[in-house]
């Protein structure tokens, strides 16, 4: 995960620079400015000084725009090669200045940081490398060099860093209270897998990062089946997903690990089903509110039936799968699962190579593409449109029971209250005897609509009926 870059071009030019500017600001006088890092769980003070811009690197390591990278697969090897050429620094620019959501887009808080830049200038100092690499402050590089300006305050590590203290620092920076701008969704998830690789316990990150432990395992369960379906889109040799095509499916993708949890311990089939389900429907950009009418009740009234086969679904040819080199079988996957798991492939095939911006797709190929998730959206709108339409069915049909509940709850309430209210001598009797009167009328209306059309009322009902008859009789 971690990698040794190395220096730049006239990296031992620009770091004498860097020395001498070091020196002036410690013996010119008066009040010097640092900026505070935190490091190894200690706190360092650096020398702030003024760079000109031109000479400046933005960071190749930086986990702000990781899972952007992936954007553009070309440009992003390029990148790996020599982070430090034109090419691959221009590709960090693009990036940076981009929507986390869609490069494809300009990102409007870089607008606005533009717009504060030039009105009020730089306020906070940025961070670079003894060779001029920037860790903390890439995004007001781009924007400042846009605004023509010719130089940039930073502080500057200790020429003895190594890029896994550089890493540190930039989160550590990153995880502040105060910190403005957050990483993306993705970013975040890779940052936490960065940590966990440099063998810190669940426990340690967590803390760092201000998250339960259970959110720290839930984090990690999703970038792990997010790097399983970018692996799956790319079966048959062809384009694959990225991890910028993951952005803005948080919410979506927590949901369907909280969902896949609780039924996994019952039911494992069920769960590995509902789970394709589910990220097909993430894939087809179905919204947060509709994905939910995927639960259990979407197994039980089998309208998954109504979605299309994946076309490569064969039954399970034994009942257990042998583990080779091991003297073990697991249960092997019900037809089910197969089926699910294949339509989601199809899925992530098609949807790989729509979004992909490669050249060599021919326009008839994304056509072909566009026209299977056009059908998968289709069939899975159909079937979601009656799951929501049961949902509300059931809804109304245990609307009444939950009012009467409530009621229940009520009224026990009002039990300790009028006993609290009697021991204090507090009780308005007045007001009282107006609200059980109240409840009688409610009482009549309600016996007389529970027992029409009810050819055979259950015990509940018949007491109410009989109570609401004696009662009136008197």
């Known amino acids: 995960m971690l990698r040794e870059f190395p220096p730049p071009p006239r990296a031992a030019e620009f770091s004498e620079l860097i020395k001498k500017k070091v020196e002036e600001a410690k013996v010119a006088g008066g009040t010097r400015e640092t900026v505070t890092v935190d490091w190894n769980e200690q706190q360092a003070h650096v020398e702030v000084i003024d760079l000109p811009l031109n000479g400046l690197y933005y ?14 697969p070309a440009r992003d090897e390029a990148l790996v090669k020599d982070p430090w050429s034109a090419d691959s620094q221009d590709y960090l620019r693009f990036l940076i200045e981009a929507s986390p959501t869609d490069p494809n887009l300009r990102d409007p808080d870089f ?48 020429e003895w860093f190594t890029w896994a ?28 897998e960065e940590q966990a690789s440099l063998g810190r316990t669940p426990e340690q990150i967590a803390k760092d990062f201000r998250i339960q432990v259970k959110t720290y395992h839930q984090e990690r369960w999703i970038l792990s089946t997010i790097r399983e379906l970018i692996d799956r889109s790319k079966s048959g040799g062809g384009v694959g997903l ?13 949901e369907l690990h909280r969902l896949f949890v609780k039924l996994e311990s019952t039911d494992r089939d069920q769960a590995e089903v509902l789970k394709e389900w589910r990220l097909a429907a993430i894939l087809l950009d179905f ?52 089926e699910a798991r294949a339509l989601n492939d199809r899925i992530l095939r098609a ?10 797709l021919l326009d008839g190929e994304k056509a072909q593409e566009q026209t299977v998730l056009h059908e998968a959206r289709k069939a899975f ?13 059931r809804k109304r049909k245990q609307l009444a029971p939950a009012r009467l509940a409530e009621a229940c709850a009520s009224i026990d309430q009002c039990v300790m209250d009028l006993v609290q209210a009697r021991s204090s001598h507090s009780l308005d009797e007045e007001a009282f005897d107006e609200a059980v009167l109240k409840l009688k009328g409610s009482f009549r209306k309600l016996a007389q609509q529970a027992g029409r059309g009810l050819p055979n009322p259950g015990d509940g009902v018949t007491w109410l009926m009989e109570a609401a008859a004696l009662e009136g009789s008197q």
């Open 59 to 72: 960071n190749p390591s930086t986990h702000r725009i990781r899972a952007q990278r992936s954007h553009d």
């Open 287 to 338: 919204s947060k509110t509709d994905v939910r009418h995927i639960d259990e009740g979407f197994l039980q009234e089998g309208l998954g039936r109504r979605l299309p086969s994946g076309g490569e679904a064969t039954p399970a040819s034994s009942d257990a799968v042998a583990i080779p080199g091991l003297d073990l079988t697991v249960p092997a996957a019900s037809s089910a699962v197969t």
């Open 351 to 360: 949807s790989a190579a729509v979004r992909s911006g490669k050249p060599e």
């Open 242 to 254: 990225r991890l910028v095509d993951f952005e803005g499916a948080q919410e979506r993708l927590k």
């Open 381 to 393: 709108d159909g079937a979601i449109e009656a799951a929501g339409r049961s949902a509300r069915l």
């Open 165 to 192: 203290d550089i890493n540190a620092v930039e989160l550590s920076l990153q995880l502040r209270r105060d910190h403005r701008r957050d990483y993306s969704y993705v970013n975040r998830l890779l940052a936490l």
């Open 111 to 158: 607008d606005k940081l533009m717009e504060s830049l030039q009105q009020f200038g730089q306020n906070d100092p940025g961070l670079v490398t003894h060779h001029g690499v920037l860790v903390n402050g890439n995004t007001r590089a781009v924007a400042l060099r846009k605004l023509g300006v010719q130089s940039m305050r930073v502080g500057v590590l200790p």
